[in-house]
C-alpha cells in the first residue's frame, strides 16, 4: 500500500517557477509508475506528467511540454513536479497519483488508483 503527500504549492506570478513533491510511503513504491495531474475550479482532472519506475521514462500533457519536467527520487520515496515559466492557466490544484499495476498505461484518472490530498497552485498574471 502506497500513501502520497504532496508539498510546494503557493502563490507565483506569471513567468515565475515552483516546485512540487510527493512524499510517498511504502516498500513498493520504487516499482510505481507516477503521475500528476491538476484539477482547476469546474474542470475535469487532467494529466500532467507520468513516469515510469522501470526506466525513468516520461511523458507530459501538451499544455505543459517543454515547461514541466517530472522526476523521482526512488532513494527519497519523492517524486518531483518542477514547474517553469508558469502561466495564469496552469492555476489549479495538483495531484499526486500511483499507477495501478499491470495493464496498459493512458493520461487518464483510470489509470491510477491511489491520490495525494493535492497541493493548491495560484499562478497572478
Known sequence: QVHLMESG???????DSLRLSCA???RTFRWR?????????GKEREFVAHI?????ST???????GRFTISRDNAKNTVYLQMNSL????????YCAAARSGGTWSPTVYTYDTWGQGTQVTVSS
Open 24 to 26: 510517498a510511503s511504502g
Open 52 to 56: 515510469r519506475w522501470s526506466d525513468g
Open 9 to 15: 504549492g503557493g502563490l507565483v506570478q506569471a513567468g
Open 87 to 94: 502561466k495564469p492557466e496552469d492555476t489549479a490544484v495538483y
Open 33 to 41: 509508475n507516477m503521475g500528476w495531474f491538476r484539477q482547476a475550479p
Open 59 to 65: 511523458s507530459y500533457a501538451d499544455s505543459v511540454k
